[in-house]
């Protein structure tokens, strides 16, 4: 019967070393990576300083549960698993995804939002700017 030559896991906890020792005993050769914590990575964690800040203050019981903002970035689906950092770590899509684009969140204010609407509009008018960004960027790449 043939079997997995490689299994590549996370060493979480649902299963303990349980499912080490199956995939050893089948012969098997099993590849431990490190858990995907939304909160530790550097890119997402140095990128979200801003956003976090603005949903701090619209938190009413100041519980700042931050991983359970129904958001995602665009720009951190990770190639190594194809999933964005909010699905990885909640297991679900999000609502409300939000491109971060290159440079584009220094154009919103973010420390100024303190209220749901005030992100749908600051959102709305990035996508609304977003093919003007586009244009302007094709242009500088071919100048």
């Not at 509009?121 to 960027?137: C, Q, T, V």
Request: proline share 3%.
């Amino acid at each position: 019967m043939e079997h997995q030559k490689e299994v590549k896991a996370d060493g979480g906890e649902e299963f303990g070393r349980e499912l080490q020792e199956e995939v050893k005993r089948a012969g098997s050769i099993i590849r431990i990576n490190t858990p995907y914590y939304l909160e530790s990575q550097g890119m997402v964690k140095r990128g979200h300083k801003k956003l976090k800040d603005a949903f701090v203050r619209m938190d009413p019981n100041g519980k700042n549960n931050y991983q359970f903002f129904p958001l995602e970035d665009i720009i951190s689906k990770k190639g190594t698993t194809g999933y964005y950092s909010f699905q990885l770590q909640s297991g679900h899509k999000a609502v409300l995804p939000i491109g971060i684009e290159t440079n584009s969140d220094l154009s919103i204010e973010w420390n100024k939002i303190s209220t749901k609407e005030a992100v749908l509009e600051a959102i709305s008018i990035k996508i609304a700017s977003k093919e003007d960004k586009i244009l302007k960027e094709v242009e500088r790449l071919r100048d």
